[in-house]
Antibody
Framework: EVQLAESGGGLVQPGGSLRLSCEVS????????MSWVRQAPGKGLEWVSI???????NYADSVKGRFTISRHSSKNTLYLQMNSLRVEDTAVYHC???????????WGQGTLVTVSS | EIVMTQSPATLSVSPGERATLSCRAS??????LAWYQHKPGQAPRLLIS???TRAAGTPARFSGSGSGTEFTLTISSLQSEDFAIYYC????????FGQGTKVEIK
């Protein structure tokens, strides 16, 4: 059975940092494209970042230079390092497997990040 | 960025009735469109990809249609478990999502 479980969310002040984790079972993270997708309160879904099976990465303009996506093969875990956090980064962050054609076939339940003073 | 616009924002439907949800793209996305179902506190669930191909486990009462800029998700006979928020997503370029349509019990 495929499972994705996010953790690491919480309350942080503007300018602070958090690292989110996504523990995966049922498939190999490093053999797949993996993404982070977020949902701000009352808003729709927003793609944040992707890591390809090659290890290459990409980011939405809104987080470029501040967020870093990575993975740990032996732990089968995906990460999102978030620095210089802003109030507008407040959202539930979901990890998801990218089918490689561009849709997401497995998702986690998400972890809430709140950026507030 | 391709902007996805969903309508209506909220759809009130009685169980057993048909629901029709619309999604419009600001430019053509060909058939590179997916639909998701999302219930609060749960993981979003892929329903349809390629505008009309049901994902594994998606009941036959869900059908998708359209291409280019206009897409439709139809739920032929709403069941209690179908009341949720539905999102469309284009993947013709960098992925973008619609704002969602909430399907609620009438």
């Amino acid at each position: 059975e495929v499972q994705l479980a996010e953790s690491g969310g919480g309350l942080v002040q503007p300018g602070g940092s958090l690292r989110l984790s996504c523990e995966v079972s049922g498939f190999t993270v490093s053999s797949n494209y993996m993404s982070w997708v977020r949902q701000a309160p009352g808003k729709g879904l927003e793609w944040v970042s992707i890591i390809y099976s090659s290890g290459n990465t990409n980011y939405a303009d809104s987080v470029k230079g501040r967020f870093t996506i990575s993975r740990h093969s032996s732990k089968n875990t995906l990460y999102l390092q978030m620095n210089s956090l802003r109030v507008e980064d407040t959202a539930v962050y979901h990890c998801a497997r990218d089918h490689s054609s561009g849709w997401y076939d497995y998702w986690g339940q998400g972890t809430l990040v709140t950026v507030s003073s | 960025e391709i902007v996805m616009t969903q309508s209506p924002a909220t759809l009130s439907v009685s169980p057993g009735e048909r629901a029709t949800l619309s999604c419009r793209a600001s430019q053509s996305v060909n058939s590179n469109l997916a639909w998701y179902q999302h219930k609060p506190g749960q993981a979003p669930r892929l329903l349809i990809s390629g505008a009309s191909t049901r994902a594994a486990g998606t009941p036959a009462r869900f059908s998708g249609s359209g291409s280019g800029t206009e897409f439709t998700l139809t739920i032929s006979s709403l069941q209690s478990e179908d009341f949720a928020i539905y999102y469309c997503q284009q993947y013709d370029s960098w992925p973008t999502f619609g704002q969602g349509t909430k399907v609620e019990i009438k």
